[in-house]
């Protein structure tokens, strides 16, 4: 099926889901989609931008700057999803204009620094490790508090929200959990006085889930473009 078929499948799943979520879950009334483009080719990306898509994530930084230097001409939104490397953060942060992964304080100040003089601040979501996973990346959620802070405070970032991976062996009722779990860290650093306004959670797999618990982004690759090969990118 084609790209453009693929994504218009997928935007009716979401206003279905909008449709059936549960008022006490709703923190923003529509869901942008990201266009997970790792390991697929900059023709996969301008054929879903003809088709409307504008926001794209990628994991790996060097197929991600090749990306962007072929598909200048486009206005895509780039998103860095992922584990962030500490001699990255100056790339990332002078060739994103989100980042999903931050999850320790080194980072987030690496990042703040690389971004100084640009025009607009680097739009940051946390990484929780919800599911609490040994080999997942992420912050604790007792944690988290101070980690926000510490980031608020900084000027070239902007704090948007949490982004979160859970176990992709659970089921339908342990996700709706471990998102809902999100969702309730959320409301709490909104309640503390931070304007956040992102809820980063939800892949091919699981993201209907996500927006029934109240995600405002959901993070798609192989529902899009197919299954991707292994690589070994960086």
């Known amino acids: 099926m084609a790209i453009a078929e693929q994504l218009a499948q997928i935007h009716e799943?979401?206003?279905?889901?909008?449709?059936?979520?549960?008022s006490g879950c709703v923190i923003a009334p529509d869901v942008t989609l990201i266009a997970v483009s790792k390991a697929k080719p900059a023709a996969d990306i301008r054929?879903?931008?003809?088709?409307?898509?504008r926001h794209f994530g990628e994991n790996y930084l060097q197929e991600a700057l090749g990306k962007q230097t072929e598909l200048s001409d486009l206005a895509i939104q780039w998103?860095?999803?992922g584990p962030i490397q500490s001699n990255k953060t100056q790339p990332i942060a002078q060739h994103f204009a989100w980042v999903h992964g931050v999850d320790r304080l080194k980072i987030a100040q690496r990042l703040n620094d690389a971004r100084e003089g640009m025009d607009a601040p680097l739009n940051i979501c946390l990484q929780v490790n919800i599911?609490?996973?040994?080999?997942?990346s992420g912050i604790e959620?007792?944690?988290?508090?101070?980690?926000a802070q510490a980031v608020q405070s900084m000027p070239n970032l902007r704090l948007r929200?949490?982004?979160?991976?859970?176990d992709p062996s659970l089921s339908t009722e342990a996700l709706r959990l471990q998102f809902s779990q999100m969702r309730t860290l959320f409301n709490q650093l909104k309640q503390q006085g931070y304007a956040l306004?992102?809820?980063?959670?939800g892949m091919s797999n699981d993201y209907t889930e996500a927006i029934l618990e109240g995600a405002t982004m959901v993070?798609?690759?192989s529902a899009i473009f197919g299954e991707r090969n292994k690589t070994t990118q960086t």
Request: aromatic share 4%; proline share 6%; net charge positive.
């Open 141 to 147: 959620p007792d944690q988290l508090a101070s980690l």
């Open 197 to 201: 306004d992102t809820l980063s959670m």
């Open 47 to 53: 054929a879903a931008f003809q088709a409307g898509q």
């Open 161 to 166: 929200g949490l982004m979160a991976i859970p």
């Open 219 to 221: 993070r798609i690759g």
């Open 79 to 81: 998103h860095f999803i």
């Open 131 to 136: 599911s609490g996973e040994d080999s997942k």
């Open 13 to 22: 799943r979401i206003q279905q889901a909008l449709t059936k979520r549960p």
